[in-house]
């Protein structure tokens, strides 16, 4: 998922460790360190940085630094906890992971950020709604299993931070706009800026 994954580490910090989308992060060098490994000094995809930042503004332009510093805020655990929770598998507690360095479904990802918008709420993706007989009886009829992620707090904050990536002046994701419509989104790259 690449820089798409961020909202889910940001709402994992917002949750627990009481950040909001006015919160100052600083887009720095920064390493971090990795027990038994080489330190991780992850850079940004225009390899220059910007200094203070609000958490939105930082989603918006999409700051690496920032995004990994309010997972180490949450801490990378919380954040695999929440990310597990929405239906991601294979999570692993790494620094990386704030960045989306890890395999995902589009459908993984389309239900855990359905969460923001249904307030806090996952619903589990099912693809058949019901069948009926040629009578018109019900066959079969799906019952959507939900489940409580986010609180209706956070749930609320992290979509108004992901409409301002899409209508915030030099945010990323501003071709998603759509007229009339009350649209929130993040953009995602991966290797190759694919």
């Given at each position: 998922?690449?820089?798409?994954?961020?909202p889910?580490?940001?709402?994992?910090?917002?949750?627990?460790?009481?950040?909001?989308?006015?919160?100052?992060l600083?887009?720095?060098?920064?390493?971090?360190?990795?027990?038994?490994?080489?330190?991780?000094?992850?850079?940004?995809?225009?390899?220059?940085?910007?200094?203070?930042?609000?958490?939105?503004?930082?989603?918006?332009?999409?700051?690496?630094?920032p995004?990994?510093?309010?997972?180490?805020?949450?801490?990378?655990?919380?954040?695999v906890?929440?990310?597990?929770?929405?239906?991601?598998?294979?999570?692993?507690?790494v620094w990386?992971?704030?960045?989306?360095?890890?395999?995902?479904?589009?459908?993984?990802?389309?239900?855990?950020?359905?969460?923001?918008?249904?307030?806090?709420?996952?619903?589990?993706?099912?693809?058949?709604?019901?069948?009926e007989?040629?009578?018109?009886?019900?066959?079969?009829?799906?019952?959507?299993?939900?489940?409580?992620?986010?609180?209706?707090?956070?749930?609320?904050?992290?979509?108004?931070?992901?409409?301002?990536?899409?209508?915030?002046?030099?945010?990323?994701?501003?071709?998603?706009?759509?007229?009339?419509?009350?649209?929130?989104?993040?953009?995602?790259?991966t290797?190759?800026?694919?």
């Amino acid at each position: 998922p690449g820089s798409s994954f961020k909202p889910i580490a940001y709402a994992t910090a917002m949750e627990v460790a009481g950040l909001t989308q006015a919160t100052v992060l600083v887009d720095q060098p920064t390493v971090f360190k990795v027990p038994g490994q080489d330190d991780y000094k992850p850079g940004n995809h225009d390899n220059t940085f910007m200094g203070s930042m609000t958490v939105r503004k930082a989603l918006n332009i999409s700051r690496n630094l920032p995004a990994i510093k309010a997972m180490e805020a949450a801490t990378p655990e919380a954040v695999v906890a929440r990310a597990t929770e929405l239906g991601y598998q294979n999570m692993q507690p790494v620094w990386s992971l704030a960045l989306g360095s890890v395999e995902v479904t589009p459908l993984q990802h389309a239900a855990a950020y359905g969460a923001f918008a249904n307030g806090g709420v996952k619903m589990e993706p099912y693809f058949v709604a019901r069948i009926e007989s040629a009578n018109g009886l019900a066959l079969f009829e799906a019952t959507p299993r939900s489940t409580r992620i986010w609180s209706p707090e956070v749930a609320y904050e992290m979509l108004d931070t992901l409409h301002g990536n899409v209508v915030d002046e030099g945010a990323f994701s501003l071709r998603a706009a759509i007229d009339g419509r009350y649209v929130s989104g993040k953009t995602g790259t991966t290797n190759e800026e694919r």
